[in-house]
């Protein structure tokens, strides 16, 4: 089992900066694909960004957030960052990090999710 725990998020004005991070218990072959999901007022739950941990880091993004966040690792690798910039009304919701065995090809469906966080709550008003 891999437990997964957040700490960063809170409530911001529209063109401010947040970050969440991201530890992981153990890395694992389910777990090397890490990242963000979140889940807006009334939306279903999106992938954000995610990081391959291994095969160079690769990383992918939402179009909704490329150019203003940024998914980096930290070592020891078990660990992620999102930097979270120009945040806007629209990027409000609950940030939950997210591990699964495989990004090789972008982010992953929510269903193809091994392992969540407790979740993280990101506010931006206007």
């Known amino acids: 089992q891999v437990q997964l725990v957040e700490t960063g998020g809170g409530s911001v004005q529209a063109g401010g900066s947040l970050r969440l991070s991201c530890k992981s218990s153990r890395v694992t072959a389910d777990s090397v694909c890490m990242g963000w999901f979140r889940e807006g007022p009334g939306k279903e739950r999106e992938g954000v960004a995610v990081l391959a941990t291994v095969y160079g880091s690769t990383t992918y993004y939402a179009d909704s957030v490329k150019g203003r966040f940024t998914i980096s690792p930290h070592n020891p690798r078990n660990t992620v960052h999102l930097q979270m910039n120009n945040l806007q009304p629209e990027d409000t919701g609950m940030y939950y990090c997210?591990?699964?065995?495989?990004?090789?090809?972008?982010?992953?469906?929510?269903?193809?999710?091994?392992?969540w966080g407790q979740g993280a709550q990101v506010n931006v008003s206007s």
């Open positions: 997210a591990a699964a065995p495989v990004c090789s090809s972008g982010i992953p469906l929510s269903t193809s999710v091994y392992f």
